[in-house]
């Protein structure tokens, strides 16, 4: 009996929202080493083993963060996921052995004088997370991380509609490639912004990719008549925004 081209073909499920811890960490001075080994020798095989995965490590590409500031994301599944990794991480031995230069760090001996953390869903109608193939092995790609923050909780609900019903694609289509979209739900997904808010983050190859993005953008007769759409009006927002290179040791 013959069998159809429907019958035999393999569709691949589509994606589920994911749960984002995003954590910035401000390194004291002479931390750095400790927070890098903590991250790739203890944290990231850790978080691996409980399923959150790809983990993003990254500092900023430029300014005085860069040396002093890592940015952390940790992806789940679940909100159960992310709410209990601190403590199933706990219990685990194989962690604690390989974490315990920064665990039992003394207090006045701490590889971070700060950590701000955000909790992050990606939108139900833009689910996705992860990072393209053809970006993955790069050595020159860049993240983008944006943060959107608006004065009220109707203009934040447009401003969501907006990325779920045509920005995130006309984005896409100028050469901005998503690694997620998301809406905070505690904390500001960005220092120093504030809620209501969504954040998202985009990879480039490299820089020149995100200038002819930004042009394409700009020159966009598309995102001219999208944005001109009465149901979009009186969408204002303060925007945050930060370029990242990725630790030579992160999975994203």
């Known amino acids: 009996m013959l069998r159809t081209a429907s019958a035999t073909a393999q569709s691949s499920p589509a ?46 590409w430029f300014g005085p963060e860069s040396l002093s500031g890592r940015y952390l994301l940790l992806p789940g599944d679940s909100l159960d996921t992310i709410a209990r990794l601190d403590a199933v991480l706990a219990a685990d031995d194989v962690y604690a052995r390989a974490a315990a230069g920064f ?11 700060r950590l701000e953390t955000s909790l992050v869903q990606t939108m139900r109608r833009l689910p996705a997370f992860g990072v393209p193939a053809e970006f993955a092995n790069s050595k020159t ?27 995130a694609n006309i984005l896409a289509k100028c050469g901005f490639t998503a690694v997620f979209h998301g809406i905070n739900l505690i904390g500001s997904g960005f220092p120093g912004a504030g809620l209501p808010s969504l954040t998202y983050m ?31 009006a009186n969408t204002p927002s303060t925007i945050s925004n930060i370029i990242l290179q990725p630790a030579s040791y992160s999975q994203m």
Request: proline letters at 7%; one cysteine or more; glycine letters at 6%.
């Open 15 to 60: 994606p589920t929202q994911k749960f984002v811890q995003l954590c910035h960490y401000t390194v004291a001075p002479g931390g750095a080493q400790t927070l890098d080994a903590y991250f790739r020798d203890a944290l990231i095989p850790a978080a691996n083993r409980q399923g959150v995965s790809p983990i993003g490590v990254f500092t900023s």
């Open 103 to 113: 665990l039992d760090a003394a207090p006045a001996q701490s590889p971070f004088l």
């Open 141 to 167: 790609r860049l993240f983008e991380l944006r943060t959107y923050v608006q004065p009220t909780l109707a203009s934040h609900a447009r401003k969501v509609a907006m990325f779920e019903e045509g920005e």
């Open 202 to 232: 985009w990879v480039y190859p490299n820089l020149a990719q995100r200038q002819a993005a930004e042009e394409a953008w700009g020159a966009s007769e598309e995102r001219r008549t999208f944005f001109a759409l009465m149901k979009y």
